[in-house]
């Protein structure tokens, strides 16, 4: 029997000519590993399109409360929940109630929105406060009372312990299911921090970076019309593109995880009595997302949408690795032969090498694009589907 303290993926992903994640220059991200230039994908990157995919296994379909990120709380969401409730209040009333708000969340600065910084909350946490500030409006209908009153509310000594039992009464995800997946800190109030379940490497080639300038131009259908006039290019661009084989690698604490959606504490993770449904279903959910959602960008021009096409999925409770030695040499694929099966050949060589040092502790099963086969090292070829299952089966059983 097998404890999956730990779930480890690690999937190599195929693209081409698209530039999947920029910098600030507008270049792809790159990395120097093992004396080359690889093309990168931030972990970042990768957790908002898994955040907000939108198929059957996005999150949002598991049924739990999400959180929303913003600099901008109550302008977007609290404020015309306010209206909604009290159609007659004071505009400058429920103005002077936003502020005070924003000051509580977002800092003294937050009366400048380019000084806020963006801050993940849970729905939960946004219902609650949108019935406080119409509570308070209720009460003090002007700006000057409801001013005082929100101050008193928000920003004095009691405040702290107001959120504190907001957390209690709104259950474990207060903060949303994406908070308790990846993490929330809350620099003003240590006590709302969630340490991340889910650590997201940056993804980055196999191989030496493949990129090249794409040059185009933007044609003006109507210049045609005049005869003097030349076919008509209305503006000449130019853009990066890269293609690549990426290797990406995510580690799930499942101790937390499940800590962070039950309430439960860490320790009694794997308690016989405790019900570990929910993060189950959400762990299937990661793993149809991480093969099968890409970064978005550029999607007009390069449709990047790519699935993996190996996928290596460990479950056990030695402390996690990343196999991303298989990958410090640049792959190279010989005459004829294809990148991925060589990059998956190295992947499982070096999974292959680790063993011979620290020995097989883990239990293993992957998918393959190339079907293959099974062996001492792993089972499978399994399809997306049962490895969802079986991680499934396996964390509301706390056995592997």
Same mark, same amino acid.
């Given at each position: ?22 910098d600030d220059a ?46 901008e ?30 000051r ?21 946490e ?11 409006l209720?009460?003090?209908p %002007? /700006?000057?009372?409801?001013? #005082?009153?929100a *101050? +008193?509310r928000?920003? @004095? ?5 107001? =959120?504190? &039992?907001?957390?209690? %009464? /709104?259950?474990?995800?207060? #903060?949303?299911? *994406? +908070?308790?997946?990846? @993490? ?5 109030? =240590?006590? &709302?921090?969630?340490?991340? /379940? ?81 993060p ?29 096409s ?47 040092i ?30 969802g299952?079986?991680l ?9």
């Amino acid at each position: 029997m097998t404890q999956p303290r730990f779930i480890q993926f690690h999937s190599l992903v195929s693209y081409p000519a698209v530039l999947l994640n920029r910098d600030d220059a507008g270049l792809a991200k790159r990395i120097s590993y093992g004396g080359s230039v690889r093309t990168r994908i931030s972990s970042q990157c990768l957790k908002r399109h898994w955040r907000t995919a939108e198929d059957e296994w996005s999150l949002a379909n598991t049924g739990l409360d999400l959180s929303v990120r913003s600099r901008e709380i109550f302008e977007y969401e609290i404020g015309p929940r306010v209206l909604e409730a009290l159609p007659d209040a004071d505009p400058q009333a429920v103005k002077a109630a936003g502020a005070v708000l924003s000051r509580a969340v977002y800092g003294q600065k937050a009366d400048d929105v380019r000084k806020r910084q963006a801050l993940l909350l849970g729905w939960p946490e946004l219902r609650f406060l949108t019935g406080e500030v119409v509570a308070l409006l209720r009460d003090h209908p %002007t /700006a000057n009372a409801v001013t #005082a009153a929100a *101050e +008193a509310r928000f920003l @004095g000594k009691d405040a702290r312990a107001n =959120f504190a &039992a907001l957390r209690e %009464t /709104a259950g474990n995800l207060a #903060a949303g299911l *994406e +908070a308790a997946l990846f @993490g929330r800190m809350v620099t003003s109030d =240590f006590s &709302a921090n969630t340490d991340a /379940a889910i650590h997201v490497a940056h993804a980055f080639t196999v191989h030496e970076q493949e990129s090249e300038t794409d040059y185009f131009t933007v044609v003006d259908d109507l210049k045609r019309q005049a005869a003097n006039e030349d076919a008509g290019s209305g503006g000449i661009f130019d853009t990066e593109l890269t293609s690549g084989l990426f290797y990406e690698y995510v580690v799930v604490d499942v101790p937390l995880l499940v800590s962070n959606i039950t309430g439960a504490p860490v320790a009694d993770w794997s308690r016989s009595d405790l019900d570990r449904s929910l993060p189950a279903k959400v762990v299937e959910h990661l793993i149809h997302l991480i093969a099968t959602i890409s970064p978005g960008a550029k999607k007009g021009s390069t449709a990047p949408y790519a699935h993996a096409s190996t996928l290596l999925v460990e479950a056990g409770t030695s402390q996690p690795r990343s196999l991303a030695k298989a990958f410090e040499a640049p792959v190279r694929a010989g005459r004829g032969e294809s990148l991925g099966s060589r990059a998956e050949k190295a992947l499982f060589e070096c999974l292959d090498r680790f063993d011979a040092i620290y020995c097989k502790r883990e239990v293993r099963r992957f998918a393959s694009y190339d079907g293959r086969p099974g062996s001492a090292l792993a089972d499978g070829p399994h399809t997306l589907q049962d490895l969802g299952l079986w991680l499934r089966s396996s964390i509301q059983a706390a056995e592997a």
